[in-house]
């Protein structure tokens, strides 16, 4: 199966990949390096767990191979949808694990020292975008994994699991810059954060290079040449004229938005698009 634009593809996804390791490093450069280290003792290094997890699992994890990207890689349009469903749902399942752990460890922790739980608008938000994420996973799963889900149902509710995923992706990456923030005002002292010692500046950047991650992956989600074709374009026998089964993605037509030049996610109404075909 052809894709348009291949290589500006594997270009966003290589930097995607890079940004998101590199972040990863960082972070846990941070915590070993200029924190306490990683411990399950009630104390900092407890705490150090939950941007740990939450870089490692809920950001990374959820952007590159789990939700937003899996459907989009070419190399995997040839195994069948229902599997790849699988894949998705899995790997959302364990990034929300990820996420879970990380609250127990930062509940856990104020609760050891006597801080308070749920004060700050950090708490707020990043509580409510965890629970909406196991909302989005309940209802994907009851609704493309369970085989008796009408088609219309399926089809109706794709543009609103599209819209809900990219929203709490982009909410969680709010959260964390939150966090990071809060996070060195609470914890340099001599010299404080606006002395810009070299953990703030480190930091800041490990911020940067988030939101540079959630750019690309946005950017990659929401290219409609690199969607995963139909299930018919996938599965039909070449036919002559192109020589392959190789049409592009973008030249499928739609029937909400023929023009294109609208939401060209356009397959809600379709029965390949709503998991009918598996
Ligand atoms: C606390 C969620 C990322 C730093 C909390 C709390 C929640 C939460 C619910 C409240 C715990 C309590 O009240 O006992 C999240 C979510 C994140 C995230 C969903 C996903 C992006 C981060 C990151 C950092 C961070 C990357 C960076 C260090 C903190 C700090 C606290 C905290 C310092 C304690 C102060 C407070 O309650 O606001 N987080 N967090 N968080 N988090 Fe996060
Ligand atoms: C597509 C997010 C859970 C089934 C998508 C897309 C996003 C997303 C952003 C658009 C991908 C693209 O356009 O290439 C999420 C998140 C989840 C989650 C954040 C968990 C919290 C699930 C579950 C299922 C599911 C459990 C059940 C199988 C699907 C299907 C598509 C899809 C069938 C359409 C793929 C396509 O035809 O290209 N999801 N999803 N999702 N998701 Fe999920």
Known sequence: MAMENFKQFLFALS???????????????????FK?????DGGLAEFNWHPVLIVTGFIFMQGIVSAIIVYRLPW?????KL????????LNILAFIFAAISLVAVFD?????NIPNMYSLHSWVGLAAVILY???LVLGVCIYLVPITPTYLRAAFMPLHIYSGLFIFTSV???ALMGITEKLIFGLKNPSYKDSPPEATFVNVLGVLIVIFGGII???ATRPSWKRPSEQVLRSPPTNGGGSVGIKVSQQTDPIDPKGNGDTRRRSGKLEDSGQIN
């Open 36 to 40: 306490e280290g990683l411990a399950w």
């Open 218 to 220: 946005l950017w990659i």
């Open 15 to 33: 930097a995607a990949v890079t940004v998101g390791f590199v972040s990863i490093i960082f972070v846990l450069r941070w915590v070993f390096y």
């Open 76 to 80: 995997t349009w040839k195994c069948s």
């Open 173 to 175: 990456i709010a959260t």
């Open 109 to 113: 922790f104020h609760n050891s020292q």
């Open 83 to 90: 599997m790849m469903k699988f894949i998705h749902a899995g």
């Open 134 to 136: 196991s909302l989005q």
